[in-house]
T-cell receptor
Framework: AQRVTQPEKLLSVFKGAPVELKCNYS??????LFWYVQYSRQRLQLLLR??SRESIKGFTADLNKGETSFHLKKPFAQEEDSAMYYC????????????FGTGTRLQVFP | ETGVTQSPTHLIKTRGQQVTLRCSSQ?????VSWYQQALGQGPQFIFQ???????GRGNFPPRFSGLQFPNYSSELNVNALELDDSALYLC??????????????FGPGTRLTVT
């Protein structure tokens, strides 16, 4: 079964603390993995994707095929990072449908 | 360049009624995907349209149907509304299906409440 699991509904940290938002997936094949973010009163937007191997706003995520994980990390959280984060996967086919996890709300306190 | 727009912003319908939601894709995009996001859940893929043809469908019953027009805008139609259809409906556009490298751009959503 194709599934994305985000075990934490809420993650609260203080400014400057490290952050790790967990994501595990189940997929028979080689999926593409993404992190989407939704800031307050804004639309869902792409944060980063594993194929780009990029760092966006200080966030990185490494695909671990052995552990089927794609955890999102940032060494020093900022207050403006407070948002809803969704992990998603897409199979390699003729459609790029996204399978989303249930999301993790990140709260960064001053 | 204009972003993805959706209308209406929100609406309330009665069980058994029919509803049509609309989406205008981002300029230059020919692919539109629809997602349903129930409260506390992540978005769930309903279907995708590419060049006016359905190009993939999720696990939704046939009473969920869609259209894509020559200008690549799209409609989502839901017949015989049920209480569980209450959700945020998201539209996303991209420039090429099947290519994960092409980013999907999401609209603000339509909040549907079925009473």
């Amino acid at each position: 079964a194709q599934r994305v699991t985000q075990p934490e509904k809420l993650l609260s940290v203080f400014k400057g603390a490290p952050v790790e938002l967990k994501c595990n997936y189940s997929y028979s094949g080689s999926p593409e993995l993404f992190w989407y973010v939704q800031y307050s009163r804004q639309r869902l937007q792409l944060l980063l994707r594993h194929i780009s191997r990029e760092s966006i706003k200080g966030f990185t995520a490494d695909l671990n095929k052995g552990e089927t994980s794609f955890h999102l990390k940032k060494p020093f959280a900022q207050e403006e990072d407070s948002a809803m984060y969704y992990c998603a996967l897409s199979g390699r086919g003729n459609t790029d449908k996204l399978i989303f996890g249930t999301g993790t709300r990140l709260q960064v306190f001053p | 360049e204009t972003g993805v727009t959706q209308s209406p912003t929100h609406l309330i319908k009665t069980r058994g009624q029919q509803v049509t939601l609309r989406c205008s894709s981002q300029s230059g995009h020919n692919t539109v995907s629809w997602y349903q996001q129930a409260l506390g859940q992540g978005p769930q893929f309903i279907f995708q349209y590419y060049r006016e043809e359905e190009n993939g469908r999720g696990n939704f019953p046939p009473r969920f149907s869609g259209l894509q027009f020559p200008n690549y805008s799209s409609e989502l139609n839901v017949n015989a509304l049920e209480l569980d259809d209450s959700a945020l409906y998201l539209c996303a556009s991209s420039s090429q299906p099947g290519q994960a490298a092409y980013e999907q751009y999401f609209g603000p959503g339509t909040r549907l409440t079925v009473t």
